[in-house]
Each structure stands twice: as structure tokens, then as C-alpha cells.
């Protein structure tokens, strides 16, 4: 009899976190390691926030609590909710989960049966895919291509669309690309959506206080209320608030669905960390003035990185409205050799070389699903960011 359960091989492990792993492997093996590779803010949490934890330990709030959340904690993820984009939830449509990750996994798993379909537009979040299929559902993946700035185009989801689709999962700003919805655009992609009224909606929000030139983000149930009653809005405090490590993450939806995914939560997690609780609960209730200076900071990073890459041999990188990465084109380099020796026949090979020749870590693209591309993430220092660019451009430009 075999150990491991056959829906394993239904995914892989993340190959963000992979290469993440790899660099600080070589990093700690003395190698002179850049890593652009995390999607991981360098800032650090703010003090009022890291105080509230401190708090909360000193008056002895370390105990269980609700599956879905303190009470305090969903109220405040309520009103951020109404604060930031107009929506009007009550706690009971709000979930806390052990992170952003958590919420999609429950969602998917609550509600998908063996076949159901989810369109995924690509290139997309490494997760994605692996949750639906992890969960018995089948990923379709739409690609999305550069000349239409990495978006979902409406007929592009209408011929994605089958009798058996049950779920759209949109990213914005998008995680690789950077690349945001505005309104009208979500407008166009809600009137698909109303003709299709099976079709359940998980927006993941996570990136939208990240967004550069005035950028005004939007999302679904903002756009189309006729919505509400099959969109899932998820956001947390990992990348707004620089609080990864504190893995909360949240929801609004409708009553029956939270219930659905409160009860998987039970049995698998239970409730997030009560001193996570805690801080996430100052994050969104205290003063929210860091995030744009947090904001003007990644700006001046984003345009840096831009500017240098576009003066790489070989490569096109787009300047994107949101987030923290680029997505740059390598289709210029492929075909060739590097100066170490390396034949460059896919992003898989691009990337692999720079590590081992020049020590800079980056993503390829066909982690994400679009292959002939790489991630880079500016959530770093802007030094390092300069001289990991500088060593890009030594790499391409020593391509034969």
C-alpha cells in the first residue's frame, strides 16, 4: 500500500519558494547572492502594529479563538472593506484565515466537486492552479498576453466558459506582472459574468494599496453589486502592512459560503494566531499614512528596475500599475549562449544561469504559467536592486 495519497501528484511544490530556498542555500554557502525572488515586502512592520502584539502578550490574550476570527478583527476587516472600496459587509460575511493562501484554499475546496473548471487568466499566481486541482476541480488557464497588458480581455473569458466552469479567480494588481484592472475594464468582464449566473468570483485584492501614477484600483463587487452573491473578496495585511510572517489573512462573501469555509477551517487550522489577531487588528484600525510612503518608495524602485532592464541586451520589460514585480521578456535571449557557458533555450535556463553566473535570483515565467518571461521583485533595497540590474545586463550583454 503507497503512503503518500495520489492527490499529491496533482501538484507541485511552489518553485517561487524554491528558488527563494536555493539562493539563501548558495548565500549561506558565502556566494554573493541578490535575491529578487520573494514576493515578500523588505519593509518592516510597522511599530504601532508590532506594539499591539506586544500588548495583547502582556494582557494574556493567547488563547483560542472564534474558527472565523475574533470578533473585534472581522468588524475592522468590515469597515476596511466599507473604508476602502465602498462594500457593505457584516462580520458574519467575514472570515480570518492562517493567510491569503488559506482563504482561496478553503474557498476552492468547500466548494469545488470532481471536474468543476476554474479559469485562471495567466500568467497567475503559482498557487492557483495547484489549489483547484489539489481540491478535485480542473484549472483552465487563460493566457493573457503583453500586448493587451497582461489582462483579461471579455471575449477571452467568454470563450473560456464551459457548462462546467464554476469559478474565475482574478488577480489585481497581479502577482507576477504588476498588471491592475481599472473599472471599466472589471465593467466589461461583469457583463460576461451576468450572463453566466453559475459562475462563482474569488477576487484576490492582496496587492490593490499597492499601485503607482495615480493608478485607481477597483474591484468586483464595487464595480457590479448584482455580484455580491457569488464573489469571494479576499485581501490581507502581508503585503500592505510589510506582514508576511504573521499569516493572516482575509475574507468577505456570502453567509453560507463563509460558514462552508469556517467549518473546513475548523477541522484543519482552526483560528489564525490570537497575537496575529492582534496586530492585524491595529493594522487596519491605526493610522494608515505609511502605506504611502511604503507606495512612493516601490515607485521610485519600479521605475528604477524598468529603466535599467529596457537597456539590457535582449530583453522588454513593461512598467506595470501595481505591486512589486516586473515581468520582463527574455524572448530576445533565448537561443543563445551564456558567457559561462550555458545554452539559453528557456526562461527555466535563463534564470538558472543567472543564479549560478552572476548570483541574482529571479522567477521564470512558466512558474506562472507564461513561459518566455521572468519575476523580479523590487521589494528590496534600492542599492541591491541597482547592482542586481547592472549584473543582468553584464548577463545578457555577454550572451553569444
Known amino acids: 500500500m503507497d503512503l503518500i495519497a495520489a492527490r499529491l501528484d496533482r501538484i507541485s511544490p511552489s518553485q517561487t519558494i524554491a528558488i527563494s530556498t536555493k539562493a539563501r542555500e548558495l548565500k549561506a554557502a558565502g ?132 457548462p462546467r466552469t464554476k469559478w474565475l479567480l482574478l488577480n489585481s494588481p497581479n502577482n507576477p506582472t504588476g498588471a491592475a484592472y481599472d473599472a471599466q475594464e472589471l465593467r466589461a468582464l461583469c457583463d460576461v459574468l451576468l450572463r453566466h449566473p453559475d459562475i462563482w468570483i474569488l477576487t484576490d485584492d492582496i496587492y490593490d494599496k499597492l499601485v503607482y501614477d495615480g493608478f485607481k484600483p477597483a474591484t468586483i463587487v464595487q464595480v457590479e453589486p448584482r455580484l455580491r452573491d457569488r464573489t469571494v473578496t479576499m485581501n490581507g495585511v502581508s503585503k500592505a502592512y510589510a506582514m508576511t510572517g504573521w499569516r493572516i489573512g482575509f475574507a ?89 557557458g550555458a545554452r539559453i533555450d528557456s526562461d527555466r535556463d535563463f534564470v538558472t544561469a543567472l543564479l549560478d553566473e552572476e548570483g541574482v535570483a529571479a522567477v521564470h515565467g512558466s512558474a506562472f504559467m507564461f513561459a518566455g518571461h521572468f519575476r523580479i521583485s523590487y521589494a528590496t533595497d534600492t542599492e541591491s536592486l541597482k547592482e542586481a540590474c547592472l549584473r543582468i545586463q553584464r548577463f545578457c550583454g555577454g550572451l553569444r
Open 31 to 162: 556566494k554573493d547572492i541578490i535575491s529578487l525572488s520573494a514576493g515578500e515586502p523588505d519593509f518592516d512592520t510597522p511599530a504601532n502594529i508590532k506594539q499591539a502584539a506586544i500588548r495583547a502578550i502582556d494582557a494574556g490574550q493567547t488563547k483560542y479563538t472564534d474558527v472565523a476570527g475574533t470578533p473585534a478583527l472581522r468588524k475592522a476587516v468590515a469597515e476596511r472593506f466599507r473604508l476602502d472600496s465602498g462594500l457593505d459587509y457584516t462580520s458574519d460575511e467575514i472570515i480570518v484565515s492562517n493567510g491569503g493562501k488559506q482563504v482561496i484554499y478553503n474557498a476552492m475546496v468547500a466548494t469545488i466537486n470532481p471536474g468543476d473548471e476554474a479559469i485562471i487568466p495567466a500568467p497567475c499566481w503559482v498557487s492557483y492552479p495547484d489549489i483547484v486541482a489539489l481540491a478535485e476541480g480542473t484549472p483552465v488557464v487563460v493566457p493573457c498576453m503583453a500586448e493587451h497588458g497582461f489582462k483579461m480581455r471579455p471575449a477571452d473569458l467568454e470563450a473560456a466558459i464551459t
Open 252 to 340: 468577505a462573501a456570502p453567509v453560507e459560503l463563509i460558514r462552508a469555509m469556517n467549518k473546513l477551517q475548523g477541522q484543519s487550522t482552526s483560528g489564525p494566531s490570537s497575537i496575529s489577531q492582534a496586530a492585524a487588528l491595529e493594522a487596519l484600525s491605526g493610522p494608515q499614512d505609511f502605506i504611502a510612503e511604503m507606495v512612493a518608495t516601490y515607485q521610485e524602485r519600479r521605475d528604477l528596475v524598468v529603466s535599467m532592464l529596457n537597456q539590457a541586451s535582449g530583453l522588454h520589460c513593461a512598467t506595470p500599475e501595481g505591486a512589486f514585480y516586473v515581468f520582463p521578456s527574455l524572448r530576445g535571449c533565448l537561443g543563445r549562449t551564456s558567457a559561462g
